[in-house]
């Protein structure tokens, strides 16, 4: 939200430098994001009195003048055809930064120097409105107004004098967005009670109530409804400070009458709306809401389509605004309008934040009531709007406010206890200082026991409704600075607490085989959750459908990874996340943490071509191999052999030619290819294959301490061997005891052939593996070999029915 500095200092007095009201107003908890001070612009920028013009000797269309500009008289040579002795002009001087170069094609920014021009002197230039950047007029030099005093600076005069900032206002203050309530924090600051506009109606006998009525039909959407009339007014342009003054906090100026409804809301944060009286049907008002269906055109000349929620004002036989978000195009005003209703009303914010992104259609008004207007001033607000309207489109205002209030609001009360005040600040302050404090921002409070305290809450804080919410004002207005630091932590800070030494371990391991990391939502909606096989944790208040469930598995977010590159041409990927899961433990408490599980797990995908296409190279596609090559060098790198691979179908859904992964006896994940219909599903056409890792469980397999061997000095013998076993008996099984039985001289084993067919016999298969024998401290003899060989036939004969292949 933009505030001027200058409107600020109607309500309070202040004298700090931009720089420190940045900085204090952002410590007091209103962050000031930027601001612009509008003299700078004008720097070396003045008013000056055209003395003497003079013919250029040298030039048809050129003058020489004598400009008074305060105490010095300049030599200007100017080029406009419309400069004249006489005039109050604005004139740059030596040194000015000229905003808009209307000669030059960019029109990019120049500083006046002290030049010569076809043989003659110039100290600086007589300017143009579209050259100071006020206006669009080209056509000649800006002729200011007679009393214009010649050496005022160009910014004073033109109202420029001013300090815009932009403060960032949190969600949970609407009562911070006007300059009233910016105005009410900064005398925090300054120690000081801020002074609100004296409202002085003039009105006349004739009662408002004898000229319309309130009628209010939802009173849960709509609990209080006040308006004004304002009779005879003539519409026109306001003037120019108020024009200045809307444009300064980026507000476009209208007219009399909706300019000041503006102003209204920028200077006490509460919405107003003005009607052509005389458009009213009935002359009356009817708040309720519409029809399902309903169509309705706003005062953009758009067509909207309304649903059974949205709350609307209407007269005695049609909708004439959308409550709280913006008025329709049947009763604007006009040039024409003579007569004016004045609406100030308290609209329920979820109600005007549903109708609002709806409709896709968010105004300032919308903006504020959605977040929790002041019920309690809208008959000030339409009172204050009423005086101006009288005093710049004159008028007279009906005797007496129209308030329609049928369930008024009842005092809020928040009790807090000083001694827990203290201990979550982390100061000693007693009840005397504690209520001193909150009064300074109107809560006004009092003791109601030894340790208690009874705050009142006002009704522009809807924020302020628990005792941490009162801490959290004293904590604020007592200043964070002044809070002591305390040195003494109960955690020890030499320690090495980092939980991420493992994950960006694995990162650095990936990245290093040519992975990529990615990073998915951990919301999706229901529909894509459900693929996995369980059950999705629903968010109770989601933010949209598609973000309604808590994923299952890391698996469904990443394929829609993969198909946004495969639509974008890129089918070659290998992809990697870490990241949590949500699982439902139980249904029979689903308010209870205890009925959910977290998990954090790594997923590997995989999918396109081994390679890249190139000469002397042939693309060949990934497969469950490839996959399965990957997860063997992952777990070798952090498991060492403390991992083995279970071939059996698992009940994971999502995926087939599914393996499960243990590590240590403990099942941590499965990789596999994802089934065609999961990817028909999602439109991939490429096959993908995934991995899916239990974090905690991989964990718990890392090898952290590793010992080291010297190289072997001594020769390694290979030699070959195939067996004939039945073709259902997974190959691991025959590994494994060749390994057992060939210890300790058996090195490593590696399966380099399988075959079926007739040589084989039926339900049979033939295995072949290469071996390696090695000792530590001799040559092998070819005896000891062929003992260990031995030894290794008669184990897979007896243990897995493996007879030895000639």
């Keep these: 939200m933009k505030v001027s500095q200058n409107w600020l200092k109607k309500y309070i007095d202040f004298n700090l430098t931009p720089e420190q009201f ?56 100017c080029g406009a055809p419309n400069v004249a002795a006489g005039q109050k002009v604005a004139v740059a001087l030596i040194g000015a930064v000229v905003p808009y170069n209307q000669h030059a094609r960019d029109g990019k920014p120049f500083t006046i120097e002290h030049v010569k021009i076809r043989g003659v002197e110039s100290s600086g230039m007589i300017c143009s409105e579209i050259e100071l950047g006020i206006g669009k007029d080209a056509s000649g030099i800006l002729v200011l107004d007679t009393p214009a005093k010649a050496g005022t600076p160009l910014a004073k005069y033109l109202g420029q004098n001013d300090v815009i900032y932009e403060i960032g206002i949190t969600p949970n203050r609407p009562d911070c967005l006007s300059h009233i309530g910016t105005a009410r924090e900064i005398g925090v600051l300054v120690n000081k009670k801020i002074r609100l506009p004296k409202i002085v109606l003039k009105e006349i006998k004739t009662s408002a109530s004898k000229f319309a009525g309130i009628e209010i039909l939802d009173k849960d959407k709509c609990p209080r409804y006040s308006a004004r009339i304002i009779r005879n007014i003539k519409i026109g342009p306001s003037p120019k400070w108020l024009q200045d003054v809307l444009t300064a906090v980026g507000v476009r100026p209208i007219n009399n009458i909706v300019d000041v409804t503006n102003y209204v809301l920028m200077e006490t944060g509460h919405p107003l709306h003005a009607f052509d009286y005389d458009k009213l049907a009935g002359h009356k008002v009817v708040i309720k809401t519409a029809g399902e269906g309903d169509k309705f055109v706003t005062l953009d000349g758009k067509e909207r389509t309304l649903t059974s929620d949205t709350l609307m004002v209407c007269d005695g036989e049609r909708p004439v605004a959308i409550a709280g978000v913006m008025g329709g195009a049947n009763t604007e005003i006009s040039d024409a309008t003579v007569n004016v209703l004045l609406e100030s009303a308290y609209f329920k914010p979820q109600n005007i934040r549903r109708t609002s992104k709806y409709l896709g259609l968010s105004t300032e008004a919308s903006y504020r009531f959605e977040r929790g207007a002041d019920i309690d001033i809208t008959v000030t607000a339409a009172d204050r709007a009423a005086q101006m309207i009288q005093e710049l489109a004159g008028g007279e205002i009906l005797k007496g406010v129209l308030d329609a209030y049928p369930k008024k609001r009842k005092p809020v009360t928040v009790k807090a206890h000083a001694e827990r005040i203290n201990s979550v600040i982390g100061v000693s302050l007693s009840k005397a200082q504690i209520i001193s404090l909150l009064k300074k921002i109107d809560l006004l409070s009092r003791s109601i026991s030894k340790n208690e305290i009874l705050v009142t809450v006002p009704a522009f804080r809807n924020d302020i409704m628990e005792e941490i919410d009162i801490i959290e004002e004293v904590a604020r207005i007592y200043g964070y600075n002044n809070i002591e630091t305390k040195t003494h932590a109960a955690i020890d800070f030499s320690s090495n607490v980092r939980n991420d030494e493992f994950q960006n371990g694995i990162r650095e391991f990936l990245i290093g085989s040519g992975f990529n990391e990615i990073l998915t939502i951990g919301l999706q909606d229901e529909a894509t959750m459900s693929l996995a096989g369980k059950k999705p944790v629903m968010a109770v208040n989601p933010v949209s459908a598609e973000m309604a469930a808590l994923r299952t598995s890391l698996v469904t977010s990443a394929l829609k990874v993969v ?60 497969d469950v191999l490839d996959i399965k090559g990957e997860v063997s060098v992952l777990l070798s790198k952090f498991c060492l052999d403390n991992y083995s691979f279970i071939y059996y179908d698992t009940h994971e859904i999502l995926s087939e030619e599914c393996v499960g992964i243990e590590i240590n006896g403990t099942y941590a994940g499965f990789f596999g290819k994802i089934k065609k219909q999961i990817a028909d599903k999602l439109d991939i056409d490429e096959a993908v294959f995934v991995c899916e890792i239990n974090i905690e469980t991989l964990r718990g397999g890392w090898v952290r301490d590793r010992k080291f061997s010297p190289l072997p000095k001594f020769p390694i013998v290979t030699r070959d061997l195939a067996f004939t076993v039945d073709v259902t008996l997974p190959q691991r099984n025959v590994e494994d005891v060749i390994r057992e039985a060939g210890k300790p001289l058996c090195m490593n084993v590696v399966l380099f052939d399988t075959y079926t067919g007739e040589q084989t016999g039926k339900d049979k298969k033939s295995v072949a593996y290469d071996l390696e024998f090695q000792s530590p401290d001799h040559t092998l003899t070819e005896e000891e070999v062929d003992s260990v060989l031995k030894k290794i036939i008669e184990a897979v004969n007896e243990r897995c029915k493996g007879v030895l292949r000639g």
Excluded: W
């Design 563 to 622: 198909k946004h590159n495969q639509n974008h041409g890129v089918k070659d990927l290998r992809l990697f996340e870490i990241g949590n899961i949500h699982l439902l433990t139980s249904e029979k408490a689903l308010n209870s943490l205890e009925s959910y599980k977290e998990e954090e797990r790594l997923l590997l995908v995989i999918s396109g071509n081994r390679q890249p296409a190139c000469y002397g190279n042939i693309s060949q596609p990934v």
């Design 22 to 77: 940045t900085e204090k107003l952002s410590m007091l908890g209103l962050e000031v994001e930027a601001f612009e001070d509008l003299a700078k612009k004008f720097d070396k920028f003045v008013v000056g009195e055209v003395i003497e013009r003079a013919k250029h000797p040298n030039a048809d269309r050129l003058s020489v003048c004598k400009v008074r500009t305060g105490k010095n008289v300049e030599q200007i040579v």
